[in-house]
């Protein structure tokens, strides 16, 4: 069990901010082009990967009673990303804009990568800070999330997701068999209305119209266009089009790893609309300490649905026994998520695994595999 005193060691907490590596290979690209221009991708994908068959993997949790002040620098490595990411996406895209010397395949290469920052790492980092009680750290998620275009996904996440994961009403649950390239359409198409939808209901209840000022969509849509006029004005309509670029490598990557979370995992229905309570054996475990360093602990996501409000460095990795494990970290992951034939070829055989440990009673899966059992009541 990892102390307070422990976990405040700069050996401990530096690792997590590995990720500020990123910014100047973003620069490295944009002034030099070239082959620099996929630095990005190949450092968080392909290092990180090695990394973790250097460092292994991570078994030990840290005391789930320590106080914030312990966790001050895991906190400000977390929220002093938002301007980093500011300056560098903008910035970036000044600079090329108006001084850069790259073709059009080198501007191309760039700005795809260019999501590693905003999504890889942004959209965690958003993750992490919307789950807080706190309003500044909300609003610093939002404006993480307002770079790539994806404000809905604070609403999702936390008013669908957490609450009907496993469940037919969880945009973002994979069902059994379900390709990552079906999968990323169907999220895109329904993800925006299940937000705007849980948002309406919330107010209803309230007895209050869609469109009242309490409604974030307005915050949302507010800040998006906002970061849309900021590119145009920077960048012009190239300017424009290469957030665009950007925002959509950043969305694309964060689905991958929702693909991954919890691909082929459903809660057990009970009936009349019930379902049991989630449990860590409901989301994939990837104990890898280098990509665990990538993703602020992202990996143990068991824990994280578990108790959603756990900041991560206090997230607990759960051993074989209680939660199903992933064999390779979330880079390599997602990968192979891109192959839908190795995709099915190393998860469907571990998704078996897990509904003989935990689901033995349950014959027939059909309903379960495509999610049509009746929505959480």
């Not at 965690?124 to 404000?151: C, P, T």
């Not at 906002?226 to 920077?234: I, R, S």
């Not at 990557?253 to 409901?282: A, I, S």
Request: charged residues 20%; glycine residues 8%.
């Amino acid at each position: 069990m990892i102390s307070a005193s422990e976990i405040t060691r700069p050996s401990f907490f530096l690792p997590f901010w590995m990720t500020y590596l990123l910014v100047p290979l973003a620069w490295i690209g944009a002034i030099y082009g070239g082959w620099t221009v996929i630095l990005m991708p190949v450092v968080s994908w392909y290092l990180f990967s090695a990394l973790d068959q250097v460092f292994g993997l991570n078994e030990e949790n840290a005391d789930t009673n320590i106080g914030e002040d312990a966790l001050f620098w895991y906190r400000v490595g977390v929220m002093a990303w938002v301007p980093v990411q500011f300056v560098t996406l903008f910035g970036v895209i000044f600079y090329v804009t108006h001084y850069g010397d790259l073709g059009a395949l080198e501007m191309i290469l760039l700005f795809g990568g260019m999501g590693v920052i905003t999504g890889t790492v942004g959209i965690v980092y958003a993750h992490e800070l919307l789950h807080q009680k706190n309003n500044f750290e909300r609003w610093l998620g939002d404006i993480l999330l307002a770079m790539v275009l994806y404000s809905h996904f604070r609403t999702e996440h936390l008013l669908v997701h957490h609450l009907h994961v496993g469940t037919r009403r969880d945009t973002v649950t994979a069902r059994y068999n379900e390709n990552f390239h079906r999968f990323f359409f169907r999220v895109l198409r329904e993800g925006p209305k299940s937000a705007f939808r849980a948002e309406k209901e919330k107010l209803a209840r309230k007895d209050l119209p869609w469109h009242d000022a309490r409604n974030p969509h307005w915050r949302y849509w507010g800040l998006q266009a906002g970061m849309l006029v900021l590119a145009v004005l920077l960048g012009g309509w190239l300017g424009l089009g290469l957030f665009l670029l950007q925002a959509l490598s950043g969305i694309w990557q964060l689905e991958l790893t929702n693909y991954v979370e919890h691909y082929g995992l459903t809660r057990k229905y009970l009936g009349n609309g019930k379902y049991e309570h989630v449990k860590p054996h409901h989301s994939w475990n990837a104990a890898q300490k280098a990509t665990n360093w990538l993703l602020i602990n992202l990996q143990r996501h068991s824990d994280h649905h578990y108790k959603p409000d756990r900041r991560y460095p206090l997230l607990q990795t759960y051993s074989a026994s209680e939660a199903p494990q992933l064999p390779y970290g979330y880079p390599l992951m997602t990968l192979m998520a891109l192959m839908p034939r190795v995709w099915r070829r190393v998860m469907n055989p571990r998704v078996q695994k897990w509904r003989e440990m935990y689901y033995p009673e349950i014959n027939d899966w059909r309903d379960y595999n495509k999610l049509r059992l009746p929505e959480p009541g």
